[in-house]
C-alpha cells in the first residue's frame, strides 16, 4: 500500500526476516518507521525499481536494512533521517546510510537487545 501510494506499485519490495518471537511495543514502531522512510526515500529520490527489506536478530540484537537499486551517489540525509537518527540514538542503537553495490542506497539499523 506504501509503495502503490507513491508510484502505482511500479517498485517492487522484497520483505526478509528471521525475527523469532515479538519485539517490544517502542521498537516495533522505531523498526517500523526506519523502514517506511527508506522505502520512501527509495522510491522518491532514488527511483528504485527494488527494494529489499530484510530484518534478523543477529548477536546482541536486531539487524534491519532497506537496500535499493536506484541512482545512489551522495546523500544528503533530510528531516525524516535526521529525526529517526535521533530516535535511534536514544534507544542506544545506530542508523547509518551507505552506498549499496552495484549501485543503489543501503540504510541500515541496528539495535542492541532490550535489557527489560
Do not use: W
Not at 527494488?50 to 530484518?55: D, K, Q, R
Request: with cysteine; hydrophobic share 40%; aromatic share 2%.
Amino acid at each position: 500500500m506504501l509503495v502503490e501510494s507513491f508510484n502505482g506499485g511500479a517498485t517492487h519490495v522484497t520483505l526478509m526476516t528471521e525475527v523469532p518471537g515479538r519485539l517490544d511495543t517502542d521498537r516495533s514502531v522505531l523498526v517500523y518507521r526506519v523502514i517506511a522512510e527508506g522505502i520512501t526515500n527509495a522510491i522518491k529520490h532514488a527511483h528504485a525499481t527494488h527494494v529489499l527489506v530484510a530484518v534478523e536478530r543477529e548477536t546482541g540484537g536486531l539487524r534491519m536494512s532497506v537496500t535499493d537499486d536506484g541512482v545512489g551517489g551522495t546523500l544528503v540525509p533530510g528531516v525524516g533521517l535526521e529525526s529517526l537518527r535521533n530516535r535511534v540514538c536514544e534507544t542506544g542503537g545506530t542508523l547509518s546510510i551507505e552506498q549499496a553495490a552495484p549501485r543503489g542506497t543501503r540504510l541500515v539499523l541496528t539495535l542492541d537487545e532490550d535489557d527489560r
